[in-house]
């Protein structure tokens, strides 16, 4: 193995021999600094030399156990095998020649899998990208023009990227769009039943959020001007909300009702993350479209819109697409990921993390009132904190836990519209051991909050 191999041969521990960030990395945030925009933030201030498996390596020799996957997008392991052999294959092969322009076998291929591991057993088609931003923006254009109608329907705590229509369907304004405005017309935001924050308590929270969101667009805007109406089924940055169960099918419902075309932005929580291929199966939607990023390709740039294929079809040749949308390589990688996703098995393996997490943080949570909630399903769990005997939101422990965390060497993330998430995404290949090592770094910190 040279120096620098990462992937599933890197010696999977938790190493910290600096200070977190070290000498090496300080050196290198000093060089960001002073080239890198100040917009361009970092969670943790570490520069990675390799990584594989559960871990991460800096410059400086510290392993850092990996509970972020990149944000959700690593979950086969970072340079997983087969995902560097058929990149790699390709990468030798060609490396571009525009899918518009002239196209090849990966990006159908890739389309043939969406199409069979989407849920739904109708017709279906897909058109590639390269971020999630771009595929929901692509998502809005085809319910459009399938439509002829312009309202697109989002809902609170929604995020669903960062470029200007996108910025629109994103709910926070800190830091997703303050100052970035304007910001697109014709979107309308809705409540979502977000059990643990519904005013009169969890029990009626699926029917009193879709009967207020459904009298809104009645009202509001008229059911008939709506496009699309777009939801995650889990939601990633507004704080790993589980919408109440109900809410989601009744949305469904309305939507289909109302010749509404229903999308299931599922960029976080699809590609076996939540231990289903795709988090909407938890209550048996089908969407319209399903959008889809990060997971798909195990760390290249790959994004999708996937969909009935008579909504698919509504737009003109050469009306979607980009130069590098479904790039081979970038294909390549996403057929080596799925295959390692069923090789494996990675539903499954999600699911056992999330046995092994809840029940680790419920004991947490019994033990410290600062820990408000548990929920998540599978491999896409989080805390919210809050101050004790109260649901008021705690950022401020948020941040210090996190910190803490870093600095004993787990590399966790924040989330939530008000900063108060503690998130887990750990990738789905990561040992038990390694988990339950990151879970006793997380438990002393809590101790010392
Ligand atoms: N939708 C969801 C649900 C997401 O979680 C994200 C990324 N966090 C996006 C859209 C945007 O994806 P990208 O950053 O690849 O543009």
Redesign the pocket.
Known sequence: MTELTGGPGLPQERRVVTAVPGPESQKLWARKQATVADGVGAVLPVFVRRAGGGVLEDVDGNSLIDLGSG??VTSVGNSAEAVVRRAGAQLEAFTHTCAMVAPYEPYVEVCEQLAALTPGDHAKKSALF???????ENAVKIARVYTGRQAVVVFDH??????NL?MALTAKNMPYKHGFGPFAPEVYRVPLAYPYRWLTGPENCAQEAAAQAIDQITKQIGAENVAAMII?PV???GGFIEPAKGFLPAMAEFARENGIVFVA?????GFCRTGQWFACEDEGIVPDLI?T??GIAGGL?L?AVTGRAEIMDAAHSGGLGGTYGGNPVACAAALGAIETMKELDLPARARRIGEVMKSRLTAMAEKHEVIGEVRGRGAMIAIELVKPGSKDPDPQATAALAKACHQEGVLVLTTGTYGNVMRFLPPLVIGEDLLNEALDVLENALAAL
């Open positions: 944000i959700a390269n971020s999630g931003a771009e595929a929901v929604g995020y669903h990227g960062r470029t996108t995650e939601l990633g940055e932005d599922e960029i976080q929580s959008t990023a990060k740039p994004a």
